[in-house]
């Protein structure tokens, strides 16, 4: 499976370099070619061609139905699916075990391509790539081979189960209970904002399966259609619309001991580290937004007249187009820097990927909310992208470890007088 995976990406490859021969309405061949916020800039050659393949895929797949898709509410599985026959379902799981053994950087590259045809579609692929790391890292043979081809191809779709109602950054006194019954563990509980809840296959739980604290808690994978599984209400929200949100109940949920992924106890650990490569994906996210936003930035500044002449001409605008260039690139340079430290290990790793992550969401999203305002009125409407951008990446701010929390990684690490000790 691993090998066929790996085999038609490398067709797509090709395929995707002869179509770029022939066209320049893609991002790296497009007006930024050449230009400082260029995406390509720095990248080795096979890494150019998996960003041409994610933004092939974005612009045909993704972009031209992303705003449909926000205001129907639609969850897009046959495109989720289609982006799982290229790989992008299990991009840094291991060939072996059914995925394209890619690493962190080149998925930044993927999440960040994508992104730019639709960011809350995307970021459900990146958390789908999680949890699909999670089993493929911390699984055993049997739920590995089980598993993750599935999840590689998209055929099986998975939802990460961490925050509770009471329990969102205090993620280490979470109180969803697993009982221990013979070969079984009996859940009860709840939990909250799941990204794909209600529509997903699986489900990896974080669960409280002995005392209090990190040490206490395990990660369950559970199966859509378990008896005593069930979900709340579709939430509304500001953005993210392509992705249903849901709470996940649990009511003497029954699962077989077996689906323990790593050791009882080991659940907390498998959660933050998860959410370091988490927090790399949804920054990247948040750079495929900015680079989207910017250029349709320029592209305005191009045509808008205002005293008979385009806006292009005045110089604060001027200035504001190379703030907001400045910002996209040191938040990229950031996130790579994050994704080489987390696939080499560096000891800073931790820190690295949540200054990166606080900083990115945050110029990003400041990059979004400014191109509304250089389109002034139509910026506001529904019929151009820019307000779609800013909203679908505003919730990066908060999820996978709010921003303050960020703050609060990195300060502790400057703070521990060389002794650094990282989950």
Same mark, same amino acid.
């Given at each position: 499976m691993a090998c066929q995976n790996f085999a038609k990406f490398g067709k797509f490859l090709k395929k995707s370099n002869a179509v770029l021969k022939t066209s320049r309405r893609y991002i790296g061949d497009s007006w930024v070619a050449g230009s400082c916020i260029d995406p390509s800039i720095g990248l080795n050659e096979e890494q150019k061609q998996i960003q041409r393949v994610a933004t092939d895929f974005a612009r045909n797949e993704l972009q031209p139905h992303m705003a449909k898709w926000d205001l129907e509410e639609t969850?897009? #599985?046959? #495109? $989720?699916?289609?982006?799982?026959?290229?790989?992008?379902?299990?991009?840094?799981?291991?060939?072996?075990?059914?995925?394209?053994?890619? %690493?962190?950087?080149?998925?930044?590259?993927?999440?960040?391509?994508?992104?730019?045809?639709?960011?809350?579609?995307? =970021?459900?692929?990146?958390?789908?790539?999680?949890?699909?790391?999670?089993?493929?890292?911390?699984?055993?043979?049997?739920?590995?081979?089980?598993?993750?081809?599935? $999840?590689?191809?998209?055929?099986?779709?998975?939802?990460?189960? $961490?925050?509770?109602?009471?329990? %969102?950054?205090? =993620?280490?006194?979470?109180? $969803?209970?697993?009982?221990k019954e013979g070969d079984y563990y009996i859940l009860n509980g709840s939990k909250m904002f799941i990204s794909g809840g209600g529509e997903t296959d699986v489900y990896l739980v974080m669960s409280r399966t002995g005392d209090k604290g990190p040490k206490g808690i395990s990660c369950l994978l559970v199966e859509k259609g378990t008896p005593g599984l069930d979900f709340g209400k579709k939430e509304k929200k500001v953005g993210w619309n392509s992705q249903p949100t849901r709470a996940v109940i649990f009511e003497d949920c029954k699962v077989p001991a077996t689906n323990v992924i790593g050791q009882p106890g080991d659940g907390f650990k498998i959660a933050m580290r998860g959410l370091n490569g988490g927090r790399i994906n949804v920054a990247s996210c948040s750079l495929g937004a900015a680079q989207a936003s910017v250029e349709l930035s320029r592209d305005h500044l191009k045509v808008r007249k205002q005293f008979g002449q385009t806006l292009e001409n005045f110089q604060y605008l001027q200035f504001l187009l190379a703030e907001m260039a400045t910002k996209l690139v040191v938040s990229r340079n950031m996130v790579r820097q994050a994704a080489r430290a987390l696939e080499e290990d560096w000891p800073e790793k931790v820190a690295l990927c949540s200054m990166a992550k606080y900083f990115a969401t945050d110029e990003c999203f400041n990059i979004c909310n400014q191109a509304i305002q250089i389109h002034g009125g139509y910026g506001y409407l529904k019929d151009y992208a820019v307000q779609q951008y800013m909203?679908?990446?505003?919730?990066?701010?908060?999820?996978?470890?709010?921003?303050? #929390?960020?703050?609060?990684?990195?300060?502790?690490?400057?703070?521990a007088d060389g002794e650094r000790k990282y989950s």
């Open positions: 969850f897009p #599985v046959e #495109v $989720l699916r289609k982006a799982g026959s290229l790989g992008f379902g299990a991009i840094y799981c291991k060939e072996e075990s059914g995925g394209i053994g890619l %690493g962190r950087t080149d998925a930044s590259l993927i999440f960040e391509a994508l992104s730019q045809g639709c960011v809350s579609t995307t =970021a459900y692929i990146s958390i789908h790539n999680m949890c699909a790391w999670m089993v493929d890292e911390f699984g055993n043979e049997d739920q590995k081979s089980e598993w993750i081809p599935k $999840l590689a191809t998209m055929e099986a779709l998975a939802s990460y189960c $961490l925050t509770e109602a009471n329990h %969102g950054s205090d =993620a280490a006194n979470l109180s $969803l209970s697993a009982r909203r679908d990446c505003r919730v990066h701010q908060i999820l996978e470890g709010t921003n303050e #929390v960020m703050r609060m990684l990195v300060s502790r690490d400057i703070l």
